[in-house]
């Protein structure tokens, strides 16, 4: 595997549902991103990790838990979503946060709420 | 309020001819601007970059010219190729931010 990859790429959950995307670099990266892209609207940041470190939470709900247990592999855990969560999910990396390295991205999460 | 806005979401060019896709920001604190092209159930892929301290940067087919005193930027592709139809995002930083501020996205149409 090369790149950026994320696990699933469709979610369809009800709102009492826990789940967890996945996101996993292969790129040697040490900062990692979670980013919401809703129907017609701009991609959104949601958190950045640096070396693990969670550096940016950017005023999301507590039902969006993030983890980073290594600068490979970034997790969002999803519990008790609305409907209105549903959206495309994007991870991110990139060398460095906080600098104008490249950000790579995977392919996303297709999320649906019910 | 959106800082970084694309007003036309889409565009139809015929292949060989310019594209132009716009872009206009708001934060005058943004130094460090990118396009990125995002196909059909792929992630975004990196395109090309500008920083503030230069009005134009060019790579292959695409360049981005950048105005600083209207907060304008654009991308142009010379000649378009039926393989560049994709969803256009234009993206911009302020230095040392975590924050990559998008557009909401041009969907360009080349046709054969």
């Known amino acids: 595997e090369t790149g950026v990859t994320q696990t699933p790429r469709h979610l369809v959950m009800g709102m009492t549902n826990k789940k967890s995307l996945k996101c996993e670099q292969h790129?040697?990266?040490?900062?990692m991103y979670w980013y919401k892209q809703s129907a017609k609207k701009p991609l959104e940041l949601m958190f950045v990790y640096s070396l693990e470190e969670r550096v940016e939470n950017n005023s999301v709900p507590s039902r969006f838990s993030p983890e980073c247990p290594n600068s490979s592999h970034l997790f969002l855990h999803l519990h008790t979503l609305q409907p209105e969560d549903s959206a495309l999910y994007l991870c991110?990396?990139?060398?460095?946060?906080?600098?104008?390295?490249?950000?790579?991205f995977g392919p996303g999460t297709r999320l649906t709420v019910l | 309020d959106q800082q970084v806005k694309q007003n036309s979401p889409s565009l139809s060019v015929q292949e060989g001819r310019i594209s132009i896709l716009n872009c206009d920001y708001t934060?005058?604190?943004?130094?460090?601007f990118l396009w990125y092209k995002k196909y059909p159930a792929e992630g975004p892929t990196f395109l090309i970059s500008i920083s503030s301290i230069k009005d134009k940067n060019e790579d292959g087919r695409f360049t981005v010219f950048l105005n600083k005193s209207a907060k304008h930027l654009s991308l142009h592709i010379v000649p378009s190729q039926p393989g560049d139809s994709a969803v256009y995002f234009c993206?911009?930083?302020?230095?040392?931010?975590?924050?990559?501020?998008f557009g909401s996205g041009t969907r360009l149409l080349v046709r054969p």
């Open positions: 993206a911009a930083l302020k230095d040392s931010s975590y924050k990559l501020i």
């Open positions: 790129l040697g990266h040490n900062a």
């Open positions: 991110a990396s990139s060398p460095l946060a906080g600098s104008t390295d490249t950000q790579y």
């Open positions: 934060n005058s604190m943004f130094d460090y």
